[in-house]
């Protein structure tokens, strides 16, 4: 397994994501991909499964420090009492007496920002969570939470696939130490159709999945999320670490990004994007 390196957090590149997995998908695929080598799972409290990923982990038969697990705040959380009073929920269903990242989920206007931060630093300091961190946050507002935090913040988690160029993030994020941790890296199954990826796919014997996830890790302080809810692509996905693409292939999947190319974008969640 490959690591970043932010801001004092060392993470797995590679992390399982289990956004839009039922309990029972949960409890097929997550024992198995940490039997296989995963050491970083992803949920969140919005998703409703944090309950079914902490009996996976237990499950796994895999110690809990030897894995990095994340979840995330959900906006109508973000008031300090009920902030504080979700993450020992969180932490109950998990099973476990701390996260190593704790994320706010979606920007959120309603409560001030250094409210949320403040909460955020309250937890850590408390002992139930080991980093912080944002998700979904522009570069306005990442800029923002890095200044209000005592503690750092260590990741950003945002869409990010070959059809999004997020040049302009990854730069603010780098310039504060920050990785950037990519969801959505599949655009929703856009890529699978895509000649580009397919013909570099070939070249290298392997598939579409594994080059966007190579491309992504490949890139300078960044974080790929996958996720499958099938047993045999696991195998698959973490199967990424013993290739590498050209600078040519990177270039072309860099290529492929284009202004409409944005998926994830809820009103009433989203921010202004760069």
Known sequence: ?????????????????????SDAEVMNTVPHALQLGFRH????????NEAAVGEAIAASGVARDDI????????DKYRHDAFLASVDESLAKLKTDHVDLLLLH????????????GALNAVRQAGKVRHIGVSNFNTALLREA?????????????EYHPWLD??????????????L????????GKVFAEPV???????????????VLRWIVQQDGLIALSKTATQSRVAENLDIFGFDLSADDMAAIHGLARPDGRIVNPAGLAPKWD
Request: charged residues 15%; hydrophobic residues 45%.
């Open 146 to 158: 890095v200044r209000l935090s005592d503690a750092p913040i260590v990741t950003n988690q945002v």
């Open 197 to 211: 990826l397919k013909e570099i796919a070939a070249a290298h014997g392997k598939t579409v999945a594994q080059i």
């Open 166 to 179: 997020q040049t302009p993030l990854l730069t603010a994020a780098r310039e504060a130490g920050v990785s």
């Open 181 to 188: 941790t990519a969801y959505y890296a599949m655009a929703d």
């Open 41 to 48: 799972v992803d949920t969140a409290q919005i998703y409703g």
């Open 106 to 117: 979606w920007p959120n206007s309603d409560v001030p920002l250094a409210e949320q931060i």
């Open 1 to 21: 397994m490959q690591y970043v390196n932010a801001n004092g957090a060392k993470i797995p590149a590679l992390g399982f994501g289990t956004y839009r997995m």
């Open 68 to 75: 990095f697990l994340t979840t995330k705040v959900w906006v």
